[in-house]
């Protein structure tokens, strides 16, 4: 009995992107049973942040396009910007700030995927509208 599936997964992703509370919109590429991990690309607008919340799983972000500021643990931040990766560990409180006037955009990859059950919000809804 093999623990990895391999072949064609049927479509599991999002075909537009929406606004979700945490203030960022969101597109989901990917998040099959049997894939195991899940994908997702973000869209934080310019000059604004998330919300502080925290995923139970291992997140990272693959930064696609534009500048910010990643903040974890409700520590200082450090910059990013086109080509960075983040790793972030389970249940990390995590927010992150778009530093400049353009779209921040990037990729969340969650393993194992992600789900909704294992989403906090860390504090109250964002005031960033989209």
């Known amino acids: 009995m093999r623990d990895i599936f391999f072949g064609l997964l049927e ?68 910059n990013v910007s086109a080509g960075d990766n983040v790793s972030i560990l389970p249940h990390t409180p995590q927010r992150i700030c778009n530093t400049g006037d353009q779209e921040l955009v990037f990729l969340c990859l969650c393993a194992p995927r992600f789900t909704p059950e294992g989403y906090q919000l860390l504090e109250g809804t964002s005031i960033n509208s989209g």
């Not at 203030?23 to 604004?48: D, M, Y």
């Not at 995923?55 to 693959?62: K, N, S």
């Open 11 to 78: 479509h599991s992703g999002e075909t537009e992107r929406h606004w979700i509370e945490e203030g960022c919109f969101i597109q989901e590429i990917l998040n099959h049973p049997e894939a195991k991990t899940s994908l997702a690309r973000a869209w934080v607008p310019g000059r604004k942040k998330t919300s502080w919340h925290s995923v139970a799983v291992h997140e990272c972000y693959l930064i696609e396009s534009g500048h910010g500021l990643v903040e974890l643990d409700y520590q200082t931040g450090f």
